[in-house]
Protein backbone atom coordinates (compact mmCIF):
# COMPACT_ATOMS: atom_id res chain seq x y z
CA UNK A 1 0.00 0.00 0.00
CA UNK A 2 3.37 2.82 0.96
CA UNK A 3 4.10 1.54 -2.69
CA UNK A 4 1.07 2.32 -3.96
CA UNK A 5 0.43 5.36 -2.20
CA UNK A 6 4.16 6.56 -3.36
CA UNK A 7 3.40 6.23 -6.83
CA UNK A 8 0.26 7.92 -7.00
CA UNK A 9 1.89 11.08 -5.15
CA UNK A 10 4.61 11.25 -7.59
CA UNK A 11 3.25 14.62 -9.56
CA UNK A 12 3.06 15.97 -6.45
CA UNK A 13 6.42 15.36 -5.83
CA UNK A 14 7.51 16.79 -9.24
CA UNK A 15 5.20 19.91 -8.39
CA UNK A 16 6.17 20.45 -4.79
CA UNK A 17 9.71 20.12 -5.06
CA UNK A 18 10.33 23.13 -6.69
CA UNK A 19 7.83 25.41 -5.34
CA UNK A 20 9.67 24.62 -1.78
CA UNK A 21 12.63 25.63 -3.59
CA UNK A 22 11.27 28.77 -4.58
CA UNK A 23 9.90 29.59 -1.20
CA UNK A 24 12.58 28.43 0.87
CA UNK A 25 14.80 30.57 -1.39
CA UNK A 26 12.47 33.38 -1.18
CA UNK A 27 12.23 32.95 2.83
CA UNK A 28 16.06 32.78 3.36
CA UNK A 29 16.20 36.19 1.39
CA UNK A 30 14.23 37.56 5.08
CA UNK A 31 17.44 37.13 6.89
CA UNK A 32 15.34 35.24 9.46
CA UNK A 33 16.54 31.64 11.40
CA UNK A 34 16.74 28.74 8.97
CA UNK A 35 14.39 26.58 11.04
CA UNK A 36 11.58 28.97 11.31
CA UNK A 37 11.03 28.53 7.56
CA UNK A 38 11.85 24.75 8.37
CA UNK A 39 8.92 25.14 11.32
CA UNK A 40 6.62 26.80 8.67
CA UNK A 41 6.67 24.03 6.30
CA UNK A 42 5.96 21.25 9.35
CA UNK A 43 3.43 23.24 10.71
CA UNK A 44 1.90 25.60 8.27
CA UNK A 45 2.26 23.49 5.15
CA UNK A 46 0.27 25.24 2.73
CA UNK A 47 1.90 26.63 -0.16
CA UNK A 48 -0.02 29.87 -1.19
CA UNK A 49 0.03 30.42 2.51
CA UNK A 50 3.50 30.30 3.40
CA UNK A 51 4.27 32.71 -0.11
CA UNK A 52 1.58 35.09 1.40
CA UNK A 53 3.51 34.93 4.68
CA UNK A 54 6.58 35.98 3.24
CA UNK A 55 4.97 38.58 1.59
CA UNK A 56 3.37 40.02 4.71
CA UNK A 57 6.22 39.70 7.00
CA UNK A 58 8.30 41.79 4.04
CA UNK A 59 5.78 44.57 4.89
CA UNK A 60 6.14 43.90 8.69
CA UNK A 61 2.31 42.84 9.18
CA UNK A 62 0.66 42.34 12.84
CA UNK A 63 -0.09 38.95 13.80
CA UNK A 64 -3.46 39.88 13.67
CA UNK A 65 -3.20 40.90 9.77
CA UNK A 66 -1.55 37.63 9.29
CA UNK A 67 -3.77 35.67 11.10
CA UNK A 68 -6.80 36.79 8.80
CA UNK A 69 -5.25 37.10 5.68
CA UNK A 70 -4.42 33.55 6.30
CA UNK A 71 -7.16 32.64 7.51
CA UNK A 72 -9.46 33.78 4.39
CA UNK A 73 -7.28 32.62 1.40
CA UNK A 74 -7.32 28.52 2.94
CA UNK A 75 -10.86 29.12 4.17
CA UNK A 76 -11.03 26.37 1.28
CA UNK A 77 -9.82 23.69 2.79
CA UNK A 78 -12.65 23.36 5.42
CA UNK A 79 -14.75 22.97 2.45
CA UNK A 80 -12.33 19.92 1.60
CA UNK A 81 -13.02 18.53 5.04
CA UNK A 82 -16.74 18.30 4.85
CA UNK A 83 -16.03 16.74 1.65
CA UNK A 84 -14.36 13.61 3.06
CA UNK A 85 -16.32 13.51 6.43
CA UNK A 86 -18.05 10.12 5.43
CA UNK A 87 -14.62 8.24 4.85
CA UNK A 88 -12.95 9.93 7.51
CA UNK A 89 -15.38 8.71 10.41
CA UNK A 90 -14.92 5.34 9.79
CA UNK A 91 -10.56 6.23 10.45
CA UNK A 92 -8.66 5.92 13.68
CA UNK A 93 -6.80 8.91 15.07
CA UNK A 94 -4.28 9.10 11.38
CA UNK A 95 -7.77 10.81 10.54
CA UNK A 96 -6.53 13.79 12.56
CA UNK A 97 -3.25 14.17 10.77
CA UNK A 98 -5.10 13.45 7.49
CA UNK A 99 -7.27 16.49 7.89
CA UNK A 100 -4.17 18.58 8.81
CA UNK A 101 -2.70 17.87 5.97
CA UNK A 102 -5.35 18.42 3.26
CA UNK A 103 -3.73 20.42 0.65
CA UNK A 104 -5.48 21.53 -2.78
CA UNK A 105 -3.45 18.43 -4.31
CA UNK A 106 -3.55 15.69 -1.71
CA UNK A 107 -7.20 16.55 -1.24
CA UNK A 108 -7.45 15.89 -5.56
CA UNK A 109 -5.43 12.91 -5.13
CA UNK A 110 -8.16 11.43 -2.61
CA UNK A 111 -11.16 12.19 -4.35
CA UNK A 112 -9.70 10.18 -7.57
CA UNK A 113 -8.51 7.13 -5.40
CA UNK A 114 -12.09 7.35 -4.03
CA UNK A 115 -14.00 7.39 -7.50
CA UNK A 116 -11.52 4.61 -8.65
CA UNK A 117 -10.04 2.09 -6.69
CA UNK A 118 -12.15 -0.35 -4.88
CA UNK A 119 -10.22 -0.69 -1.20
CA UNK A 120 -11.55 -1.78 2.07
CA UNK A 121 -12.14 0.93 4.91
CA UNK A 122 -8.69 -0.22 6.04
CA UNK A 123 -6.82 0.07 3.07
CA UNK A 124 -8.49 3.28 2.50
CA UNK A 125 -7.56 4.93 5.82
CA UNK A 126 -3.44 3.45 5.19
CA UNK A 127 -3.84 4.91 1.51
CA UNK A 128 -5.60 8.64 2.79
CA UNK A 129 -2.45 8.32 5.48
CA UNK A 130 0.35 7.58 3.18
CA UNK A 131 -0.50 10.18 0.45
CA UNK A 132 -0.90 12.78 3.53
CA UNK A 133 2.28 12.14 5.17
CA UNK A 134 4.49 11.24 1.74
CA UNK A 135 3.21 14.71 0.33
CA UNK A 136 4.28 16.33 3.53
CA UNK A 137 7.26 15.37 3.27
CA UNK A 138 7.58 16.42 -0.10
CA UNK A 139 6.80 19.84 1.18
CA UNK A 140 9.23 20.19 3.73
CA UNK A 141 12.38 18.25 1.47
CA UNK A 142 11.81 21.23 -0.90
CA UNK A 143 11.80 24.48 1.45
CA UNK A 144 14.64 22.77 2.59
CA UNK A 145 16.43 22.44 0.00
CA UNK A 146 15.28 26.01 -1.17
CA UNK A 147 16.90 27.27 2.41
CA UNK A 148 19.92 25.69 2.00
CA UNK A 149 20.37 27.19 -1.80
CA UNK A 150 18.99 30.35 -0.02
CA UNK A 151 22.25 30.97 1.75
CA UNK A 152 24.52 30.75 -0.81
CA UNK A 153 22.55 31.70 -4.15
CA UNK A 154 21.31 35.07 -5.27
CA UNK A 155 18.98 34.77 -8.42
CA UNK A 156 15.40 35.68 -9.12
CA UNK A 157 12.82 33.05 -8.69
CA UNK A 158 10.12 35.12 -9.87
CA UNK A 159 7.18 33.25 -11.95
CA UNK A 160 8.02 29.50 -10.09
CA UNK A 161 5.38 29.70 -7.78
CA UNK A 162 2.83 29.20 -10.63
CA UNK A 163 4.20 24.80 -10.65
CA UNK A 164 1.41 24.85 -7.69
CA UNK A 165 -1.46 26.04 -10.11
CA UNK A 166 -0.14 24.08 -12.94
CA UNK A 167 0.04 21.05 -10.79
CA UNK A 168 -3.38 21.59 -9.06
CA UNK A 169 -4.60 22.18 -13.07
CA UNK A 170 -3.37 18.61 -13.92
CA UNK A 171 -4.55 16.72 -10.85
CA UNK A 172 -8.12 18.47 -11.21
CA UNK A 173 -8.54 17.16 -15.15
CA UNK A 174 -7.56 13.47 -14.14
CA UNK A 175 -10.58 13.66 -11.35
CA UNK A 176 -12.56 15.30 -13.80
CA UNK A 177 -11.95 12.18 -16.33
CA UNK A 178 -12.41 9.93 -13.27
CA UNK A 179 -16.06 11.25 -11.61
CA UNK A 180 -18.96 10.68 -13.36
CA UNK A 181 -21.25 13.56 -11.88
CA UNK A 182 -19.09 16.36 -13.92
CA UNK A 183 -21.57 18.56 -13.19
CA UNK A 184 -20.03 20.49 -10.34
CA UNK A 185 -16.97 20.67 -12.38
CA UNK A 186 -18.95 22.46 -15.40
CA UNK A 187 -20.20 25.32 -12.31
CA UNK A 188 -16.68 25.83 -11.25
CA UNK A 189 -15.45 26.41 -14.55
CA UNK A 190 -18.37 28.52 -15.41
CA UNK A 191 -17.80 30.57 -12.37
CA UNK A 192 -14.15 30.68 -12.74
CA UNK A 193 -14.55 32.30 -15.76
CA UNK A 194 -17.48 35.02 -14.65
CA UNK A 195 -15.44 35.84 -11.60
CA UNK A 196 -12.59 36.83 -13.53
CA UNK A 197 -14.36 39.22 -15.29
CA UNK A 198 -16.44 40.67 -13.19
CA UNK A 199 -14.89 39.81 -9.52
CA UNK A 200 -12.37 42.67 -8.53
CA UNK A 201 -8.27 40.42 -8.58
CA UNK A 202 -7.70 40.91 -4.72
CA UNK A 203 -11.24 39.57 -3.53
CA UNK A 204 -11.03 36.60 -6.54
CA UNK A 205 -11.05 33.89 -4.34
CA UNK A 206 -12.94 34.28 -1.56
CA UNK A 207 -15.77 35.55 -3.52
CA UNK A 208 -15.20 32.48 -6.18
CA UNK A 209 -15.48 30.26 -2.48
CA UNK A 210 -18.97 32.14 -1.54
CA UNK A 211 -20.50 32.27 -4.57
CA UNK A 212 -19.46 28.14 -5.65
CA UNK A 213 -20.93 27.47 -1.89
CA UNK A 214 -24.27 29.48 -2.59
CA UNK A 215 -24.72 27.81 -6.25
CA UNK A 216 -23.93 23.99 -4.79
CA UNK A 217 -26.73 24.98 -2.22
CA UNK A 218 -28.98 26.16 -4.34
CA UNK A 219 -28.61 23.68 -7.57
CA UNK A 220 -27.76 20.75 -5.02
CA UNK A 221 -31.13 18.24 -6.33
CA UNK A 222 -29.90 19.38 -10.00
CA UNK A 223 -26.20 18.54 -9.06
CA UNK A 224 -27.10 14.75 -7.50
CA UNK A 225 -29.96 14.11 -9.87
CA UNK A 226 -30.80 10.33 -11.18
CA UNK A 227 -30.67 10.10 -14.47
CA UNK A 228 -33.46 7.10 -15.21
CA UNK A 229 -32.49 7.24 -19.32
CA UNK A 230 -28.64 6.97 -18.68
CA UNK A 231 -28.28 4.87 -16.61
CA UNK A 232 -31.74 2.62 -15.95
CA UNK A 233 -32.11 3.75 -12.65
CA UNK A 234 -29.65 1.97 -11.03
CA UNK A 235 -26.82 4.96 -10.76
CA UNK A 236 -26.86 8.07 -9.57
CA UNK A 237 -25.36 10.61 -11.37
Not at 101 to 124: H, I, M, R, V
Not at 179 to 188: G, M, T, V, Y
Request: charged letters at 15%.
Amino acid sequence: MFFQSFLQTLPVLMGYLPLGIAFGILFAQMQFAWYYGILCAVFVFTGAGQFLLISLLSVRAGFLQIAVALFLLNMRHMFYSLALLEELKSFGVRKYYILFGLTDETFALLKSNQATLNLSPKELEKNYFYITLLNHLYWILGCGIGIFLGEFLRFSSEGVEFVLTALFSVLTLVLLKNSKNKKPFFIAFALGVLGLIFFPSDKFLILALVCGVVLLIVLKKWIVRVDFRADGGNNRA
